[in-house]
């Protein structure tokens, strides 16, 4: 049997060639195509074959807005979903820990897996696509009429690509791979590694920028993504959202989690 090589498999070449696209043209997804996508993330690995979890498609131009999701002519959500599992055990006379922190895991770890396979799916079929990082504060109780025990895990923007990206760097293996055992790097390393992730900030900014950034303290790429992107008021913003909408949901977080702090 002729095993396909690395350079021709469709599905590595796919993986390797991701981008994330963030203007699309107008043009509606068709039916079949969408149906073939999400039976594609149905087909993700799933704990216990269970599926923990729920895909909400949303088209609807409004909900898009709202989710700050409105560049792309559709989405799909994620959700952690214990409900309808635990409604099926309960008709038959059995009950589930629907609430458990685990249980939340679990269905964060099963609805990721799903969202990627959509992802990687309809990159195969010519559409672009890009996660939306502010999910998780969304409240989709009022936004999508979910039930208990229903959470947001995470959203992705799909359509057809209007621009054509070039694919962002990475770091290197070495960065981010182990092997047995925790390998702690050296300080020469991390800097090493996040310069070649990185272009030079002297050289790779506007002499204008620069001196805008650094008149409010930011001189370097760590302080911009620190201090200007993922401010310390941002992520309590987000992260108390995230704990209004698992509390709401029902999931029973550790006691410290409960009242109104983490």
Known sequence: MHEPSAETNTVLQTLLNHRSIREYR??????DVLHRILEAGVRAPTAGGLQHYSLMVID???????LNADAAPLAVMALVDTYRLGRWFQRHGVSLMRDELVSLFIGFTDALLALQNVCIAAEGLGLGT?????????????????????APAGLLLLGYPAEAPGSSPRLPLEAV??????????????????????????????PEVRERLAAVGIENWAQWIALGQFTRESLEIESMGLLDNLRS???RLPAPWRGGEP
């Open 26 to 31: 107008p043009d509606p997804i068709p039916d």
């Open 60 to 66: 609807d131009t409004a909900r898009l807005r709202s």
């Open 249 to 251: 949901a029902g999931f």
């Open 130 to 150: 890009c996660y939306q990082g502010t999910v998780l504060s969304a409240d989709t109780r009022s936004l999508l009429g979910t039930p208990e025990y229903v």
């Open 177 to 206: 791979v182990h092997r047995n055992s925790y390998q702690v790097p050296s300080d020469e390393e991390i800097d090493q590694w996040y310069a070649e992730r990185y272009p030079d900030w002297e050289t790779g900014r506007d």
